[in-house]
């Protein structure tokens, strides 16, 4: 959908398992699991996965995606440079996640034998500078006896995630990266009650952000007690005015109660590079507004 020298992103609506393995050795991939349930089988082991999963497949590792059924949606994250988790600064290693909840895996065959071709053989699809090679294996590349070291696939869920609250001042995205490289962010905004002193500002400011673009992919709840459907994006790029309008921040300010809560989960991308769309994604922009 979205792409620049640094990451792409793209989203992913498979439906059956993989009938080869994938190995990625032009970055790092993340997925983020909107819908579905199943494996990501790998040669480190499976990583099962659910609704809310962040699953960081490093470079060059095989794997194979099983779904449980032909409901998935993944948003996918290609990062060049290697992803690693963001610093939480002072908030020290166990905030605002404690990394003793990751998903690590161990190494177990696929049984079942998927991504086997019908002459018996196991091929693995390749991404190499952009493109696709495809090389031929006699055993299953993901048929392992053991690991060590510390790069291995991973996953863990937003549900362990706590966000970063304070009563007087509205806290900004950055406080909320999970991943970062040099050159972009992903995090996630999550339910959380709102500021509570009567000064405080409980919204984003309008604002321009003159130093990344922004794209944000909404998983679950309403913005601001707003229907909105699932898996909507948006992209706002640098140097653009964007914020709720004063009127619709002074309504929602004017009917807030204590202990009233946000109750959105959305993924964010920021990137210090700007960002051009796919003519796919401006084929689905298109037919959006077109339906507007």
């Given at each position: 959908?979205?792409?620049?020298?640094?990451?792409a992103?793209r989203?992913s609506?498979?439906?059956?398992?993989m009938?080869?393995?994938?190995?990625?050795?032009?970055?790092?991939?993340?997925?983020?699991?909107?819908?579905?349930?199943?494996?990501f089988?790998?040669?480190?082991?499976p990583?099962?996965?659910?609704?809310?999963d962040?699953?960081?497949?490093?470079?060059g590792?095989t794997?194979r995606?099983?779904?449980?059924g032909?409901?998935?949606y993944?948003?996918?994250?290609?990062?060049?440079?290697?992803?690693?988790?963001?610093?939480t600064g002072a908030f020290?290693?166990?905030?605002?996640?404690d990394?003793?909840?990751?998903?690590?895996?161990?190494?177990?065959l696929?049984?079942l034998?998927?991504?086997?071709?019908?002459?018996?053989?196991?091929?693995?699809?390749i991404r190499?500078?952009?493109?696709?090679?495809?090389v031929?294996f006699?055993?299953?590349?993901?048929?392992?006896?053991?690991?060590?070291g510390?790069?291995?696939?991973?996953k863990m869920n937003i549900?362990?995630?706590?966000?970063?609250?304070?009563?007087r001042?509205?806290?900004?995205?950055?406080?909320y990266?999970?991943?970062a490289?040099?050159?972009?962010?992903?995090?996630?905004?999550?339910?959380?009650?709102?500021?509570s002193?009567?000064?405080?500002e409980?919204f984003?400011p309008y604002h321009?952000?003159?130093?990344?673009?922004?794209?944000?992919?909404?998983?679950?709840g309403?913005?601001?007690?707003m229907?909105?459907?699932?898996?909507?994006?948006?992209?706002?790029?640098?140097?653009?005015?964007?914020?709720?309008?004063?009127?619709?921040?002074?309504?929602?300010?004017k009917?807030?109660?204590?202990?009233d809560?946000?109750?959105?989960?959305?993924?964010f991308?920021?990137?210090?590079?700007p960002?051009t769309?796919?003519?796919?994604?401006?084929?689905?922009?298109?037919?959006?507004?077109?339906?507007?």
């Open positions: 959908m979205f792409h620049n020298p640094a990451l992103i989203v609506r498979r439906s059956a398992n009938p080869y393995s994938v190995r990625n050795v032009d970055g790092d991939e993340l997925y983020f699991v909107h819908e579905g349930t199943g494996t089988y790998t040669e480190f082991g990583v099962p996965y659910e609704p809310g962040y699953v960081l497949v490093p470079k590792v794997y995606i099983r779904p449980a032909p409901v998935n993944f948003l996918v994250v290609e990062s060049a440079e290697e992803l690693g988790f963001a610093d020290g290693r166990r905030a605002p996640f990394p003793g909840l990751l998903y690590v895996p161990s190494p177990e696929d049984e034998g998927d991504g086997r071709d019908e002459d018996g053989t196991w091929p693995v699809r190499i500078r952009g493109e696709y090679a495809t031929v006699d055993a299953d590349p993901i048929d392992v006896e053991g690991w060590s510390d790069l291995f696939p991973f549900r362990d995630y706590r966000p970063v609250m304070s009563d001042i509205h806290i900004m995205p950055s406080a990266a999970v991943f490289t040099s050159t972009f962010m992903v995090g996630n905004f999550l339910p959380r009650p709102f500021e002193a009567p000064d405080s409980p984003p321009r952000n003159a130093d990344y673009d922004e794209f944000t992919f909404f998983h679950s309403t913005v601001l007690g229907p909105i459907a699932p898996a909507t994006m948006s992209l706002v790029p640098q140097g653009l005015h964007h914020g709720l309008p004063a009127q619709l921040q002074e309504r929602v300010a009917n807030l109660k204590p202990g809560r946000i109750d959105s989960e959305v993924i991308v920021d990137t210090k590079v960002l769309p796919t003519p796919e994604a401006e084929a689905a922009e298109q037919r959006t507004v077109e339906g507007a």
